[in-house]
């Protein structure tokens, strides 16, 4: 992009940083040099059963493949996150609860009362026949329950697999039985932006596709009236009756798998990432410390849900595995008007808070009258994670959001890596929109291009991952050769990541779109992302999407769907000021040669385009469009395939 403007480390966070960009170096150094004494140091901030004697044991060869971390080691998750807490802080706020309806007071939980509740369900579910490995499905909105549940599973040693509340049965079904699990923990309804969602009803539709399903529990969040099947279903509320409030932690091997997460399916079909208890405890904890430079007694938000990987690493494990305070918002960030995440950020005195730019562009739309309605006072750091951020969307983060004094730290992860593994460090690292910096200790990426030769310097290409860290993912559930022949064996020797990334001259990563999604254009290979911010820049446009179509001349041509701001209409005038516009941004190859005015397009629920079927579309191909199960709104596609150009 045009702009390349660095932004330092503010004044106030070079005063204050535990870690300085010399210091970010040499921790950096160190932990490639000789990870097996950094990783047993950094252990150190568990509380183990057994303390580990080795870290890392791992070969991505298909001779030897295997990925082991403190293997000799024991402990339980959620002792870390709540009871060794409870002991030394029990009056520290653990959870603070955001419900939907601004006119309803929030809820705080304490470490202590957060122990007692996660015995408690806990203790529930082992009553319900849960036991160590078995598999328990949560389909939950954001209640705090969501969080008693996930960490009442870890202490039992039961391995849990949320889905996402917004799922559909068929959704939900299918991740119940690819799991095989018997155990379902629902509510009777969720809520979100003043609209009821009939999360049980989804359960009793579900069921007639999961015959693995024997045990229903359903937390009561609203009240509504909800058919109970005798023999099946319970109410939490009458399970949880007279029950103890304490539960001994169960024993776990550092191998022993933590949960299962299907990835958002923006590429294909969810796959059920699995991970390990004491590797990706540690990747959670470390790198909610580094990347938000967290203190005890900050107010901390990530407002991300618990369907997603975003919202078990930086919701629940991370913050809570440091003692944190940590935000829980059950709403969406645009209701009951566009303020409301702002008003929240008020309320609690919010000092941290981590969204996504999908969630970001959506506000941007409103305009800043909304934001600048409220103070915003307390906030110190903001992040971003999901997609590449357009330099448009993290500027205004940046100046309107954050008033120009807060750090931006724009994490680059996946499902499959269990935290963040390209961040900057906010006291440490100068800011480019955009670029997601630099890799964290520990992390080793390389540029490889399609032969997979190791480029050095400056470059782009595909991004790999050349050693392993604690919190990478163990396996595919169920299918262990799909999860070496879709991570390790494009690259051999390396972790693929299956996105484009270009490393500047300062050794900054620029993540540039799934390499799937790479258009080539009489030769030149083009990142989406790029072309998609450019558009965006306009000041018309409120989101765009970028794919490859079919062209004679140049073997690829460029096809952008194009949303545009509220009160504007796409005509042909626009389309060529379009045009020209990212021919003046980023050069005359760039120039899209078809734009479809587009008033939606086709997301996942995670708010992430789904490019596949924009490609699809755009080729003409639109009676093969794969899965759109994960999509949020499938009426999106019928508009696209109707006004399809060209
Ligand atoms: P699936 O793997 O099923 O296709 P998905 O890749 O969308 O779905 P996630 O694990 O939720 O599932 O998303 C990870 C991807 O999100 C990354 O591979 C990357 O493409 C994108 N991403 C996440 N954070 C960033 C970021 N800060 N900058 C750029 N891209 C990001
Ligand atoms: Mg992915």
New binding site residues.
Partial sequence: MSDQTTYPVPAAWAKRTRIDEAAAAKLYGRSLADPGTYWLEQARRLDWIKRPEIAGDWSFDKADFHIRWFADGKLNASANCVDRHARTHPDRVAIIWEPDDPAEPPRRYTYAQLRDEVCRFANVLKAAGAKKGDRVTLYLPMIPEAAFALLACARIGAIHSVVFAGFSPEALAGRIQDCDSSIVVTADEGRRGGKRVPLKANVDAAAAHAPSLKRVIVVKATGADVPMQAGRDDWYRDLAEGVPTTCTPEPMGAEDPLFIL??????????G?LHSTGGYLLWAAVTHELVFDYRPGQVYWCAADIG???GHSYIVYGPLANGATTLMYEGVPNWPDASRIWQVVDRHKVEILYTA?TALRALMKEGDGHVQATSRASLKLLG??????NPEAWRWYHEIVGGGRCPIV????????GG?L??PLPGATPLKPGS?TKPLPGVDPQIVDSEGIVQQGAASGNLVIARSWPGQMRTVWGDHQRFFETYFSTFPGKYT???GARRDEDGYYW?T??VDDVINVSGHRMGT?EVESALVLHPQVAEAAVVGMPHDVKGQGIYAYVTLNANETGDETLRKALKDWVRREIGPIATPDAIQFAPGLPK?R?G?IMRRILRKIAEGEVDALGDTS?LADPAVVDDLVANRVG
Avoid: L, N
């Fill in positions: 299907y990835t958002s399916g923006s590429t294909g079909k969810p796959k990432v997603w990987v975003t730019p971003t994670v999901g997609e590449p951020i724009d994490t680059w992860w996946q499902t499959e890596t963040a390209i961040s997601a990541t299956g996105d993540i779109g799934r992302a996942t995670s992430k994960t």
